[in-house]
């Protein structure tokens, strides 16, 4: 967690487009947020019926802990919707970002239920977990 | 019936191995829960998943529990669930992600 969870239209994001994007998804949460790399998880999907479209040409939704400020999560928003935009150029009203709250103590990850937000340095300490580049 | 969704890589798990983890899932709500789950096997598309923007070889696992679960029970279902995922599928336990949601969240 987070698991930021993208759906497209067959296409619209190139191969080429889908790791820049994760790239992105990865610094831009870890800058607002704090967390380490290792916890972002970004998927990318085409045409999957459990994420519809809605008449978009993408839908982007993020998992993410609870306790984020609605600023945060704004922020987030924002420059992920911009990353898909300047990456496999959809226009920014064809891209839908939705976030959703989840609470720490529901997750395990990394052999250990995860912490709170502002908590993962002592947290990756005590459970040897070990952070991307 | 409870809702349980899993995350798999394309082409990470096999048939044999899927089918085994259906049963164990299964089992697993029953333990817990007293009741069997409603599976969505979902997978990522080769060259669609990242962990850390490199290439995941991570699973998840979401579960929603038919009512809301204390903290305590709910951190030893969480081990018992991803410790079972990882024995079965050969990963470790850093690409194990497992979520076990109170239903007023769903």
């Known amino acids: 967690m987070p698991l930021y969870s993208c759906n497209a239209a067959p296409g619209a994001i190139s191969e ?3 790791p820049k994007i994760a790239v992105d998804i990865t610094r831009i949460h870890c800058d607002v947020t704090g967390a380490p790399p290792a916890f972002v998880h970004a998927f990318f999907f085409e045409d999957a019926p459990h994420q519809p479209l809605d ?8 998992s993410i802990r609870a306790g984020r400020t609605d600023a945060q999560k704004a922020q987030i928003i924002e420059e992920i919707t911009a990353s898909i935009h300047t990456h496999a150029g959809i226009p920014l009203e064809d891209i839908m970002m939705l976030t959703s709250d989840t609470p720490a103590k529901w997750v ?5 239920v995860m912490p709170e937000p502002g908590e ?3 947290w990756l300490a005590k459970h040897h977990h070990e952070p991307a580049d | 019936m409870i809702p349980c ?11 044999a191995i899927e089918s085994a983890l259906r049963s164990k899932l299964d089992g697993f709500a029953h333990e817990a829960f007293g009741v069997g789950v409603n ?9 669609g998943g990242f962990t850390a923007s490199k290439p995941s ?3 998840l696992v ?4 038919p009512v809301a679960v204390e903290q305590d029970k709910r951190a030893v279902l969480l081990g018992e669930l991803c410790n079972g995922w990882a024995s079965e599928t050969g990963q470790t336990l850093n690409e194990v992600v497992g979520v076990i949601s109170d239903p007023a969240a769903a």
């Open chain 1, 16 to 18: 080429d487009a889908k």
């Open chain 1, 55 to 62: 008449g978009k040409k993408a839908f982007m939704f993020g």
């Open chain 1, 108 to 112: 395990f990850e990394g052999g250990a």
């Open chain 1, 120 to 122: 993962e340095a002592e």
């Open chain 2, 5 to 15: 969704t899993c995350l798999v890589q394309e082409g990470q798990i096999s048939s």
């Open chain 2, 39 to 47: 599976i969505n096997w979902i997978e990522v598309p080769k060259t």
């Open chain 2, 57 to 59: 070889t991570s699973s």
């Open chain 2, 62 to 65: 979401l579960i929603q529990a």
